[in-house]
Structure formats: structure tokens, C-alpha cells
């Protein structure tokens, strides 16, 4: 079993900055991928940012330029430093992290979600 603990979310007003962190913890041997992905009201999850062990990083375009993602390896644990939000970013924030078990098998994991609010 993995589990993935977020944290950081919250209501800010438009134009602050706020931090995701998730941190992934249980029978793991690697995680080779942990991103964010959100899902507003009435919309489908989407990709938001990720990072892989290798250190690549893929952001989605409205990302681009004001959300930093990034990994700490050691800890299994990836933030995501999002910085100038609008209103359109509020949404709830799932983490992601995907990898090998120490059993040897494949797993997909998503984490509980948090709510981010961005205030006009």
C-alpha cells in the first residue's frame, strides 16, 4: 500500500501564492512520477504539473511561467509553488504518484485533494 498526504491548500486572494506539498509514504521502492492535477466544479481533473525521478518536468500551458513544481527524492515528497493566482485556478488539487512497490508491482496512487480558492 501507498499513501499520499497533502497539505497546503487554502483561500487566498487573487495574485498570492500558495504551496502544495504531498508527501508519499508505505511499501515503495520507487516513484518514478508525482505531479498535481486539479479539478474545478463541473470539470474534468487535469493536469496541473509533474516531475519525474530522472528530474523532467512537464507543466499544463495556464501553469506555465507561475507554478513551480519540484521533488525531494529523499523524502518522496513533491511540492508545487504556485505563485500569482487567479481566481480560475480554484479548483481541488490531487496529487499523484506512480512508481513500483518493494513487491516489484506497479501502483497509481491520488491523494485525498485539496481545496484552493482564489479570491477576486
Known amino acids: 500500500q501507498v499513501q499520499l498526504v497533502e497539505s497546503g491548500g487554502g483561500l487566498v486572494q487573487a495574485g498570492g501564492s500558495l504551496r502544495l506539498s504531498c508527501a508519499a509514504s508505505g511499501s515503495i521502492f520507487s516513484v518514478s512520477a508525482m505531479g498535481w492535477y486539479r479539478q474545478a466544479p463541473g470539470k474534468q481533473r487535469e493536469l496541473v504539473a509533474v516531475?519525474?525521478?530522472?528530474?523532467?518536468?512537464n507543466y499544463a500551458d495556464s501553469a506555465k511561467g507561475r507554478f513551480t513544481i519540484s521533488r525531494d527524492n529523499a523524502k518522496n515528497t513533491v511540492y508545487l509553488q504556485m505563485n500569482s493566482l487567479k481566481p480560475e485556478d480554484t479548483a481541488v488539487y490531487y496529487c499523484?504518484?506512480?512508481?513500483?512497490?518493494?513487491?516489484?508491482?506497479?501502483?497509481?496512487?491520488w491523494g485525498q485533494g485539496t481545496q484552493v480558492t482564489v479570491s477576486s
Open positions: 499523484n504518484a506512480a512508481g513500483t512497490t518493494v513487491w516489484g508491482n506497479y501502483y497509481n496512487y
Open positions: 516531475a519525474t525521478s530522472g528530474g523532467g518536468t
